[in-house]
């Protein structure tokens, strides 16, 4: 994912929840977000993004602010959603 970077105020973040997951005794099942509020690990961060976010960071974030800017994994928001980080 190195040959791609977010522009301007935007934040590249890679998804933790959701897909598919097995339990304990092999059952295969998807996970589905039950709150808005969601962790993600940050990729990478735009050249306009004022706040202390860095890649490597987990951020929590507003997953409803972040409509049709996924791309597989990876989530592209502007960095007034996420509201808290994790170093």
């Known amino acids: ?8 105020k ?3 973040l890679q998804r933790d929840f ?6 304990e005794a092999g059952i295969i099942y998807n996970e ?5 509020l969601v962790w993600s690990k ?3 961060v735009g050249e ?8 490597g960071d987990r951020a929590l974030w507003d997953i409803t602010k972040c409509k049709g800017k996924q791309y597989g994994e ?3 928001i502007d960095e007034e ?3 808290m980080v994790e170093r």
């Open 48 to 55: 306009g993004v004022r706040e202390d976010i860095k890649p």
């Open 10 to 12: 935007n934040v590249m």
């Open 42 to 44: 940050v990729i990478a």
């Open 81 to 83: 959603h996420i509201y």
């Open 18 to 23: 959701g897909g598919q997951k097995t339990t």
């Open 32 to 36: 589905k977000v039950t709150t808005k």
């Open 1 to 8: 994912m190195n040959n791609f970077r977010p522009i301007g």
């Open 74 to 76: 990876y989530d592209v």
